[in-house]
């Protein structure tokens, strides 16, 4: 039986956006080649310890922080709050829910002011901020455009174990679903949820947690996707490929999944769809329809569903991983034990299945 | 040790580029449905038991001929050939290479005129044309150019277990090499040979043959390409989507292998390189790099090694499969037997592997 | 002076975003042709007098009703409101503005519910409404998917005579300027304005109104609007190309200006900018700066400033226009008495003029 | 009455496509900036007085010298030939035309052998040779791919008052048309003419000559394009663009005209057609068709039909300029003498214009 979080009395943070990830890296300077030299995020600021970056299209301090360190985990995933009284109440909010909560006027990273900081119900260290520098936008910057430029961050994606409860916790706290994976039993493998207008600022996926699957960059264009791959094909890193591209079924973006030198997963999406509308319709999908992660039917590499990122307690210590007691979606769509079907009027076993698809 | 076929003492043909393929689909109406419905080619002219299908850009009758018939198979590989009198230094040409010739003055197709198609040295069914009908070239028929267009013929691919036999073969006939595939022992898995301007006009797939692994499309862009498999993705045929899109390593092509109703092989294919030079540079890969074949070190799926069209005779009956006797592309490179790298530096045990790459 | 439209004791209604368009147009066929055959709009519904068209992304009932009438006009420019009960403050705060206001519990055009129209201080027909039908979403629907597809309704763009009269008036109703342009007198030369999180759900554009400039549908990616260019060369009509395509330097989006047949403009606009955070940066740019409406410095043709489409009251009949008594853009810009650079720092006199761009 | 060029008896040298020009620039370092660093051409050597570059996909020592010098001109268009040989039949073909020549065995330029220029029978410095150096051939070096990345030379475009004359000229040379551009009264205005399997190598445009409209290089798709001129706009330089982006009648090419520190002007173009088939149907513009140079009916600048580059003859001096006698396109497309239509059934007077697009 699911044991829900309480909903608090007081009155949730009104979260703006998912704002951007520190994450802990073993070796700063291949990290830096694998996100500025690859990837072309542009660096805001850099000191021996840290590196600031942002997307193209970015107005605040940073979207993304490297921090050196011995683990390679995720420190934070922090939201942008509506107003610096957001911030309280964030505060309050997670006081009453009985998290770890940790307040700094002066911020944890450079360029961010008074914010907060918790171990949440579900175990993840979320930041909730108002007050940030601001840099220049480089939306016009063509002059340093890349053929793979990354424009905005786009979402976290984030593994644990329950995911009706890690949903409902959400709900509360003013996310709304998009879209979700269930079965026929009921049992929910995955949910998107967001708070700006497009299909997630995060999504949670079932497994054993609490552990980070991904954070998202968005580009302009297909080709922009395909030029990173690309790149990474003439630097003799494709095995850095780890999924894609292809087009989800959910989020109908167009997505790649590469690895970053510690093995933190990251994401690249295009043109998912505009969900700002009181009553945007909620997609379910049917765990076991070959073409609700990958619409052309491309399998899911094992990996992907396996591997994630650590993430720390305010202490800086890796949170315990917890494993997922229900039906694992791996399990129950590819393999001797499970199916998946191309086409939904047809019968279990004469389903139309990829040629390959299935390892 | 390699037989090779003698060189005549006639001239060869002078060959412009591949120009059409014929196959038999054992539904019409399904077939139409596939290559007009989904893929979009336009219909030249039609009948009960033929179709007659050309790409937007071409001005002669056809590209494709879907024929009607009890097996499916590919019942000929066309070939322009520069002046009328080519035509008869095709016959003449492969007479003395003893094979079976046919001349009709009035062509084996609709729309084409003399006409001579031989079983060739391989077992192919080549076919050599100058005259033919002139249609409207719909460049410019924007009002008829779907997102996914296709708008050139590119090229046929042609398996045979004698590479290098098949290739001195077609060098004589005047094709070039742009890019092979071989191992350190000097066994080579693939050639492939141009006429035209690009890549190729043909390529040469090492495995039991003769049979026909595909014919290929172009479109102007990559995006046209990812459109074919969302379509595909919408119709819920996307277990026809056999393997792609990615990136060519050889020919450096963007790609897409899909399969018909019969399960002929169509390959989607957009910018390669320009090969006119008379010094253009071949590429030779190593069958061990793992980005030969996709770039981005995305596996290839058994059926992609092992599935092929069965080729006709002259009288219409399917050509007899010879077993290759050299190595096995798909054996030396996955399995527990093979092995590739994503980086040539490193010693075998240690290369960079694609996570989950090895089916 | 400008007198200012009074801002309402009771709260504005709640924006979600612009939802669509009713125009009148004079012939219906021809109309449907353009809308329907040319730009591929799909049809919700249709009879004898009206057309009810959505983009491909929408899951509301339309973004355009077309309906035929005497005089070519646009009927209304309505706005999804955050609930019913913001359809009741919307005519509450029209009321206290002292504005004819309409409220129809059954909705002005088919498929939506309760709504208010109301003609508003600036002289236009305001829709405010909530209750819609939901219709299928065809995002996708890659097998109706076309080459130049219209993915979302993206903006209206309004003319009227008192930019910073307008400005306050969409201020005080909640929206948010992202862009202006401005002159160092002070005076506004247009300005763009946001409820969803991208430039603007509206646009106003300083010259005799009240009129319609355009409105404006979103696609995919760049090579969608060429196409549409490319089908209108295609089908002769190349002469209702009116402006671009070009990138915009206000908005940065890619845009093409088209006219319908009635001369209704339609602007076809991709990749703008999120500007969801409260503290989303303005932007003001210099009328005199070559770049502002066009980022490669072509120009702007003068149709594009002086024409637009009349407005109709609650009655269906025309409001009249009244002149802009401020200086016109046009006129400070191009010809004789006008000026514009490439290169801010440069002398006036000596600015870098792209060649044969001054009309 | 034209006064043709004789046709040789000796054989004309079998040319394989155009290889590289050589232009006059004055002011290396300027050139340099706008060579390399905005449109990104590849380095393959440089010293004190000049550059030598290359595209992406070029494995020959470079396409486009820049070499300093007091007046900005163009030294040479080269053709490369089939072999060693077809050298000697250029120097041959040239004397019998009484044409000034002028042979170096080290080549005129570096990383080219034996060549031939001379002074051709329209007053152009042509070049043509066989041997070069072989370097690197970028096309998978991914890494080094900009967002607006040219990828090989595609042609050059001459003015020459008699475009009959120079048309059979090239004709006699090998070259075969693919379009033109004439009138009912049989004028013709511009030819297009290829040796490669592409629309053009080299066209003619008519006007006082003989001098140098353009050189072209190509792009893989058409928002690499888009990116060029948003990096022009970036850089503050927007009015060195001239002339597009469009979409060519003509030829069906994507385009874009820029205009270096010199006023050399560079066509950036992709996606015309194969042309490769003996009979290709060349296909005959009307003057009067506003779609024939922008198939979206955009106008063409003055600038663009009045503007050239001087031709140096072997000596290095600037060939004198002849008027064309015959009727000017520009004089008879727009103004108050000249008229297009854009719908060709359309009586003249009553033709489809685009609205502002008569200058």
Request: proline share 6%.
């Amino acid at each position: 039986m699911t044991n829900f979080v309480p909903t608090p009395t007081v009155p949730a943070p009104d979260i703006v956006r998912c704002a951007y990830m520190e994450i802990v890296v073993t070796d700063l300077a291949r990290s830096r080649e694998f996100y500025v030299d690859v990837l072309g995020l542009h660096v805001t600021e850099e000191d021996e310890n840290n590196i600031y970056l942002r997307s193209l299209e970015e107005f605040i301090h940073h979207n993304l922080v490297l921090r050196k360190g011995p683990i390679a985990a995720v420190a934070a995933c922090a939201y942008r709050v509506k107003s610096p009284a957001e911030v309280d109440a964030a505060e309050a909010y997670y006081k009453e829910l009985g998290c770890r909560v940790e307040r700094r006027k002066d911020g944890f990273t450079k360029g961010i002011g008074d914010s907060v900081r918790v171990e949440d119900p579900l175990g993840f260290p979320y930041e909730f901020f108002y007050d940030v520098e601001h840099v220049e936008r480089l939306t016009q910057r063509y002059d340093l455009y890349s053929a793979g430029e990354l424009v905005r961050l786009d979402h976290f994606n984030q593994v644990t174990p329950d995911v009706p409860r890690g949903r409902a916790y959400l709900e509360d706290l003013g996310f709304r679903v998009s879209e979700d994976i269930k079965d026929s039993d009921g049992v929910t493998y995955a949910a998107w949820m967001h708070r700006k207008q497009t299909v997630h600022d995060t999504a949670l996926t079932g497994g054993n947690g609490p552990r980070m699957h991904h954070v998202a960059f968005a580009t302009h264009e297909k080709h922009n996707i395909i030029q990173i791959c690309d790149k990474m094909g003439a630097l003799r890193i494709s095995d850095r490929i780890e999924r894609g591209p292809g087009r989800h079924g959910v989020s109908n973006a167009f997505y790649l999944y590469i690895l970053d030198p510690d093995g933190h997963r990251i994401e690249i999406y295009t043109q998912d769809y505009y969900t700002g509308d009181p009553d945007n319709p909620t997609i379910t999908w049917d765990v076991h329809d070959n073409q609700r992660r990958d619409w052309w039917g491309n399998p899911v590499v094992p990996s992907w569903y396996t591997e994630a990122s650590l993430v720390l307690d305010l202490d800086g210590k890796p949170q315990p991983v917890i494993e997922r007691e229900e039906k694992s979606e791996m399990a129950v769509t590819v393999g001797a034990d499970g199916f998946s079907y191309t086409r939904p009027s047809e019968t279990a076993g004469a389903e139309g299945f990829k040629l390959g698809a299935q390892l």
